[in-house]
């Protein structure tokens, strides 16, 4: 897998958005736009062979948290693509000074579960008061540019050395190769 990633300096909603944002299964996203109407915030793609297979949004409008989004092309899914989107996205984000990004896994997405862990494994984390999910992003160094490499269970419970920060998950590391999104 060869992805590129951009910023789209104008963004609309556009064909490729609409079968990839608008193909989430019905209830995971709230998406209302119409053909060539300007988006919010500041929107990423990440393109294969120069097609779209993925997108990431990120709204810094509250101040020191940034909320994010991430979708990936259905036919693409499971494959890294969301795991290359995140990462390029919390870059985005620490490059900007923000202390922490954020999203939140609506009740009504089918694959709610699987969502919240997928982040879960990444370093994100909740509370009983909030549905969102909270990662400190402290510098755009910190943040891997793409996937992390796959790597063996640590008895320690620490990442194996050379890992980034929130690749850990008590009882051991854990291979987020498992947790393709």
């Known amino acids: ?7 789209e300096d104008s963004p609309t909603w556009d064909d490729a958005k609409q079968r990839i944002i608008g193909g989430a299964p019905r209830g995971a996203l709230n998406v209302d736009f119409r053909p060539g109407q300007d988006l919010p915030g500041d929107w990423f793609v990440a393109s294969e062979e120069g097609k779209p297979v993925g997108y990431g949004w990120l709204d810094s409008t ?3 948290d940034t909320e994010i989004l991430l979708a990936v092309d259905p036919e693409r899914q499971q494959a890294g693509v969301g795991s290359f989107v995140l990462a390029n996205i919390e870059r985005e984000a620490a490059r900007r000074g923000t202390n922490y990004v954020y999203n939140t896994v609506r009740d009504t997405h089918p694959d709610r579960d699987a969502v919240h862990d997928w982040l879960l494994v990444r370093g994100y984390e909740g509370n ?15 943040a891997p540019a ?6 063996t269970s ?6 194996p050395e050379g890992r980034p920060p ?8 854990v291979n987020i190769e498992d947790h393709q999104y």
């Open 62 to 64: 509250w101040g020191g």
């Open 128 to 142: 009983e008061n909030d549905a969102s999910l909270r990662k400190r992003v402290t510098g755009a160094d910190e």
């Open 1 to 7: 897998m060869s992805l590129t990633w951009s910023r």
């Open 146 to 151: 793409t996937p992390a490499p796959a790597a």
């Open 166 to 173: 929130g690749h850990e998950e008590s009882g051991g590391y």
């Open 154 to 159: 640590s008895a320690s419970g620490e990442a």
